[in-house]
């Protein structure tokens, strides 16, 4: 089973301000990656796939890069709405498919 | 639009049975693999079974084998999760997903989500 590992788990960020998120593959996933934004008391959405393309509808602030073990998610000039919890998750060797634990973007 | 909507969660006691079901508009379902995915209370997210397009395939985490069935019936539009001998730590929001494709047709990504169903665990 890949494990994926996020860092770090709370992230305290201004509005307007850039936000950095990571994520590591325990073994390589290619660029077999996803992120996903879920909200308090809400469903997860997709964000990212394919490590770097942008779903349906995301807004280009949102931005995914990396390969192999290493992955980041940018965020340039976080808005209010942006506040919640990340999680990336590899597709790349399944089943299982692995999440990571999650990394909390909350207001400085 | 895409649509998932869950049902069937609730309190039951350790050791009894619960299934779930997933209603599935505004796509053609039966193209599709599902998922479930589970999220304990303050906790992240777990993938917990899935469906090929055709109820070919199905594969599960391995603290669900044996307990847990995914099911599907295309010409209802629908997903289930049928959940036998319940424990307490599988108390859990259950979201249905749909799979998403790679463009080799692998399985990827989770790329519609319901609003999930809570399950409680309870004596």
Known sequence: EIVM???????????????????????????????????PGQAPRLLIYGASTRATGIPARFSGSGSGTEFTLAISSLQSEDFGVYYCQQ???????????GTKVEIK | QVQLVESGGGVVQPGRSLRLSCAA??????????HWVRQAPGKGLEWVAVIWYDGSNKYYTDSVKGRFTISRDNSR???????????AEDTAVYYCARGDYTSEWKLSDFDYWGQGTMVTVSS
């Open chain 2, 25 to 34: 508009s505004g796509f053609s379902f039966s193209n599709f693999g599902m």
């Open chain 1, 5 to 39: 590992t996020q860092s770090p788990a709370t992230l305290s960020v201004s509005p307007g301000e850039r936000a950095t998120l990571s994520c590591r593959a325990s073994q390589s996933v290619s660029s077999n990656l996803a992120w996903y934004q879920q909200k």
């Open chain 2, 77 to 87: 539009n629908t997903l289930y999760l049928q959940m036998n001998s319940l424990r």
């Open chain 1, 91 to 101: 597709y790349d060797n399944w089943p299982p498919w692995t999440f990571g634990q």
